[in-house]
């Protein structure tokens, strides 16, 4: 089992940047996939982006593509999103989840695929 905890959402002006890091206790952070996940107001929660467990294959929302770039150290058992150019459509929710997988380069994109989610950090982007 593995413990999530989202920081780094705060307001920020359309234009600017903002890292959200994703910091997960428990054991073997590096079996889990990883995935960053958004929810607006009135709105379904939505897919941003994913990593596969290795670090090296990442999949992005077409919204987010080019702007956002996600990592992870596994020496520290975190996940990051860089999110640059942030417009206020990007305003939501950030929640980050973590799927257990035995397969070192394999990604996953739909929320009910993941197990564990964080509380979330709320990212909003003032026009």
């Known amino acids: 089992q593995v413990q999530l905890v989202e920081s780094g959402g705060e307001l920020v002006q359309a234009g600017g940047s903002l890292s959200l890091s994703c910091a997960a206790s428990?054991?073997?952070?590096?079996?889990?996939?990883m995935g960053w996940f958004r929810q607006a107001p009135g709105k379904p929660r939505e897919f941003v982006v994913c990593?596969?467990?290795?670090?090296?294959?990442?999949y992005y929302a077409d919204s987010v593509k080019g702007r956002f770039t996600i990592s992870r150290d596994n020496a520290k058992n975190t996940v990051y999103l860089q999110m640059n150019s942030l417009k206020p459509e990007d305003t939501a929710v950030y929640y980050c989840?973590?799927?257990?997988?035995?397969?070192?380069?394999?990604?996953?994109?739909?929320?009910?695929?993941?197990?564990?989610w964080g509380q979330g950090t709320q990212v909003t982007v003032s026009s």
């Open positions: 989840a973590a799927k257990p997988s035995i397969y070192s380069a394999t990604y996953y994109y739909t929320s009910s695929q993941y197990n564990y």
């Open positions: 428990g054991r073997s952070f590096s079996s889990y996939a």
């Open positions: 990593i596969s467990r290795d670090g090296f294959v990442t």
